[in-house]
């Protein structure tokens, strides 16, 4: 299963075991009873058992060890079909751009910004080092 929601359990603490694979006729943790029982999540306390993977290929700089640092994995909760539209069309502060209109001021200010009265005018950037600032002295 990519997800499964079952009804949270005092006994149903984790999905696997390091110990399944010696035995995978009778593992230590059999997942199927979990969702087998069928039970109804309405008004309950809610787990959501996921699925996630990782793949790593080694290379020449995994020897003598395999740094993990900056490694990771995440999971993002957003809902698929379950609204027959986008349900941001209906946001109050919502703006439509249509086709070709990518350059109006009307509806994208982000596209006048050159032409705004009140934005300020800014010198050219110029940087002299360090001049003034440090002095090292024979």
Not at 32 to 37: A, L, N, P, R, W
Not at 43 to 61: K, M, N, R, S
Not at 85 to 114: F, K, Q, W
Request: glycine share 6%.
């Amino acid at each position: 299963y990519k997800v499964a929601i079952t009804k949270q359990k005092d006994s149903e603490q984790t999905s696997s075991s390091l110990y399944n694979q010696n035995d995978i006729w009778t593992p230590a943790v059999d997942f199927s009873k979990y969702i087998e029982d069928n039970e109804s999540i309405e008004d309950q306390d809610l787990v959501a058992w996921v699925t996630t993977g990782f793949l790593h290929i080694p290379h020449a700089e995994d020897i003598p060890n395999t740094v993990t640092v900056g490694n990771g994995g995440g999971v993002i909760l957003r809902p698929h079909n379950y609204f027959d539209e986008d349900p941001s069309i209906h946001s109050t502060d919502s703006v439509y751009l249509s086709p070709g209109a990518e350059d109006s001021c009307e509806n994208n200010r982000m596209a006048c910004l050159a032409h705004e009265t009140c934005s300020p005018t800014l010198e050219t950037f110029t940087y002299h080092g360090f001049d003034g600032v440090m002095k090292f002295e024979d």
